[in-house]
């Protein structure tokens, strides 16, 4: 199923929140919508579903206009956030409201709950109400729900967002592959860069209501739209910077482009492509200022003596302190971006 939105815009009461949001969602992709509190996030979803009016536009699914067609009949599972399951409810009547109004036999409905309770691996908890799961158990019930009914798209809003972090990774990546076996396409909604670089085939940037790029995780993470782009999508350092065709000079040195440019720009470094060693007094020498120790990594913060201050991501064997003196050169491509 090609579900498409088209020039989108939408409001509560008299505020815009979408802004002529065109996006495209391929039959079993994976797509992360990613952006800040406030952005519109949410309420793309909810248009998609049928759960939330559009001002104009359209929502298209194989080549037909559902924009007016109510929720149920869109083909459309939803997990909202937190699971949002009904707390009177055992497991299998949880995932059994996903396929009411479906005229199957009692066995036959019986059956699709049993399967879909051994796909998220709740096969033996069935008979368990909400109270008695962990928090990853109650978001697996939440994706057997919502697909239930055999939807050929299910939108996630924030899914994993209430779970401890030691769980979070475990029980996403458990979900991204129930869902990548079922064949659906997804939309994650989510405010986690990781979530959505790792999850989403294409991840959509949304910034006040406007898509302001949209690409592989790669891409947008490597060759970002715009300053705003690159910094909400992880740490990154911005220079000015003298373009001559697939180099330019900052104060790093000549550094090399992903893309051809030519006169003032500003570019884009990751702490990744910056690597540290001793002091040489050249180019890109300075001070210590902090670590930030993460056990599998760490982060330098380094004072360049031109005052540019800079952050490198090493490993975790750190062989500098703060107040040392240290030097940085460039791994890879910088990406360039109109002048800040």
């Known amino acids: 199923m090609t579900t498409r939105v088209e020039k989108a815009r939408a409001a509560y009461a008299d ?18 919508v990613l952006g800040p509190s406030g952005s519109g996030k949410s309420t793309l979803l909810r248009v998609i579903a049928g759960l939330h009016p559009l001002r104009s536009g359209r929502v298209v699914i194989d080549g037909e206009d559902v924009t007016r067609r109510p929720p149920e009949s869109r083909g459309i599972g939803l997990v909202p956030q937190e699971g949002a399951l009904f707390p009177h409810l055992d497991v299998a009547a949880n995932i059994g409201y996903g396929i009411r109004g479906l005229r199957l036999r009692s066995a036959h409905r019986d059956a699709r709950v049993r399967d879909l309770a051994d796909v998220v691996g709740l096969g ?6 909400p109270h008695e799961l962990s928090g990853g158990q109650r978001q697996r019930v939440a994706v057997a729900r919502a697909l239930a009914h055999e939807p050929r798209l299910v939108l ?3 899914p994993f967002s209430a779970l401890d972090a030691g769980l979070r990774q ?7 592959q129930i869902l990548r076996d079922r064949g659906v396409g997804v939309a994650l909604i989510t405010h986690d860069q990781e979530e959505a670089l790792s999850l989403g085939d294409r991840v959509a940037v949304l910034r006040a209501g406007r898509i302001v790029q949209v690409g592989t995780p790669r891409d947008v993470y490597t060759a970002p739209a715009d300053a705003w782009t690159a910094r909400f999508l992880g740490e990154a350092l911005i220079l000015p910077a003298h373009a001559h065709g697939d180099r ?15 006169g003032a720009v500003s570019i884009v470094l990751r702490p990744e492509q910056i690597r540290l060693h001793a002091a040489d007094g050249h180019a890109g020498s300075g001070e210590v200022t902090r670590i930030r120790y993460f056990g599998h990594d760490a982060l330098v913060d380094l004072r360049l003596d031109a005052g540019t201050d800079l952050t490198v991501r090493v490993g975790p064997d750190i062989d ?14 910088a990406a360039p971006l109109p002048p800040e």
Do not use: K, Y
Not at 15 to 32: Q, T
Not at 124 to 129: E, G, P, S
Not at 248 to 262: E, K, M, N, Q, W
């Open 15 to 32: 505020h815009d929140v979408l802004h002529d949001v065109d996006l495209d969602i391929g039959a079993g992709e994976r797509v992360s």
């Open 124 to 129: 033996d908890l069935v008979r368990r109400r």
């Open 156 to 158: 996630m809003d924030e």
């Open 170 to 176: 475990q029980v996403r990546d458990d979900v991204a």
């Open 248 to 262: 330019a000079t900052c104060v790093l040195g000549d550094i090399a482009l992903s893309a051809p440019a030519r």
């Open 320 to 333: 500098v302190a703060p107040g040392e003196r240290a030097a940085v050169s460039v791994r890879g491509a």
